[in-house]
T-cell receptor, first 108, second 116 residues
């Protein structure tokens, strides 16, 4: 079973920030938090990952709580092309266990 | 930028036939993973290799499935005596273990198998 819990779906207005939450209350000390997204019929696309500190790259920001039991992926200015299923995964050195993810719909 | 490539992208086969899929990972990546994804579900792990060694296999990988990674480069996934339940997207990913233990996986476009 996946070690993460995400809301099944979210809507976001185009141009606004999309904040996608993830709970991972059983995360181990050495496990990373990874975020991927999957646009229909394509392979999952890596977005960002982190261990303890907040991370930012050209796609998104990752905010991890101090106790590491939850995190939030932030897409700062969502576009229609960001409509996808977003997966939050925790892991260290092994295969990924995907849950059902969050279906984000960016609305015009 | 050469990402992970998979071939073929689509395969239609009749029940009982054998099929083989190929995955070419990112060249410096030493780990290669196979996943299966059915409609509406997240990808499910099948197996992974570190270099040429197959280190883990899921219980989903029945004895009709076999995977190889000769010489630690490309990998093949073969399904023998296909069944309609094998219809799915087969995804390949590769990764490299970085200092500190992070290992983001990069996925290919997948091979969509339809068994009729």
């Amino acid at each position: 079973d996946a070690k993460t819990t995400q809301p099944p779906s979210m809507d976001c207005a185009e141009g606004r920030a999309a904040n996608l939450p993830c709970n991972h209350s059983t995360i181990s000390g050495n496990e990373y938090v990874y975020w991927y997204r999957q646009i229909h019929s394509q392979g999952p696309q890596y977005i960002i990952h982190g261990l303890k500190n907040n991370e930012t790259n050209e796609m998104a920001s990752l905010i991890i709580t101090e106790d590491r039991k939850s995190s939030t992926l932030i897409l700062p200015h969502a576009t229609l092309r960001d409509t996808a299923v977003y997966y939050c995964i925790v892991g260290y050195g092994q295969n990924f266990v995907f849950g059902p993810g969050t279906r984000l719909s960016v609305l015009p | 930028d050469t990402g992970v490539s998979q071939d073929p992208r689509h395969k239609i086969t009749k029940r009982g036939q054998n099929v083989t899929f190929r995955c070419d990972p990112i060249s410096e990546h030493n780990r290669l993973y196979w996943y299966r994804q059915t409609l509406g579900q997240g990808p499910e792990f099948l197996t992974y290799f570190q270099n040429e060694a197959q280190l883990e296999k899921s219980r989903l990988l029945s004895d009709r499935f076999s995977a190889e990674r000769p010489k630690g480069s490309f990998s093949t996934l073969e399904i023998q005596r296909t069944e309609q339940g094998d219809s799915a997207m087969y995804l390949c990913a590769s990764s490299i273990i970085r200092t500190g233990g992070s290992y983001e996986q990069y996925f290919g476009p997948g091979t969509r198998l339809t068994v009729t």
